[in-house]
Nanobody, 122 residues
C-alpha cells in the first residue's frame, strides 16, 4: 500500500518559515520524481516545486523562487519543502506528489498525499 504522509503545516506569521515533510512508503522512492503542489478553495491545484529522482535538479514555480526550495533524502524516503518569507497568499493546502515507474515495471504512476494546511496570518 502506497502512502505519502505530509507533516509540518500550521499557522505562521507573515515573513516566517515552515518546513514541510512528506514521508513515502510502499514505493521505491528513488524511482520517483517528487513534487509539492498547493491548492486554495475554488482554485486549481498549483505546482510549487519538483525534484528529480536523484535530487540533481529542482524546479520551483516563478512566484516562489528565492523563497521556497525542495530537497529529498532517498535514504529516509522523504521529500521536504522549505518555505521562507511566507506571505498570506501562500495560505493553502500543500500536497506531496510522487510520479514515476517502479523498477521492472512499465506503467507510470502518480500518487498523492492527503495534504497539510499552511496558514500565513498575523
Amino acid at each position: 500500500q502506497v502512502q505519502l504522509v505530509e507533516s509540518g503545516g500550521g499557522l505562521v506569521q507573515p515573513g516566517g518559515s515552515l518546513r514541510l515533510s512528506c514521508a513515502a512508503s510502499g514505493i521505491t522512492f528513488s524511482s520517483y520524481a517528487m513534487s509539492w503542489y498547493r491548492q486554495t478553495p475554488g482554485k486549481e491545484r498549483e505546482l510549487v516545486a519538483t525534484i528529480t529522482r536523484t535530487g540533481s535538479s529542482i524546479n520551483v514555480a516563478d512566484s516562489m523562487k528565492g523563497r521556497f526550495t525542495i530537497s529529498r533524502d532517498n535514504a529516509k524516503n522523504t521529500v521536504y519543502l522549505q518555505m521562507n518569507s511566507l506571505k498570506p497568499e501562500d495560505t493553502a493546502v500543500y500536497y506531496c506528489n510522487a510520479a514515476g515507474v517502479e523498477p521492472g515495471r512499465v506503467y507510470y504512476y502518480q500518487y498523492w498525499g492527503q495534504g497539510t494546511q499552511v496558514t500565513v496570518s498575523s
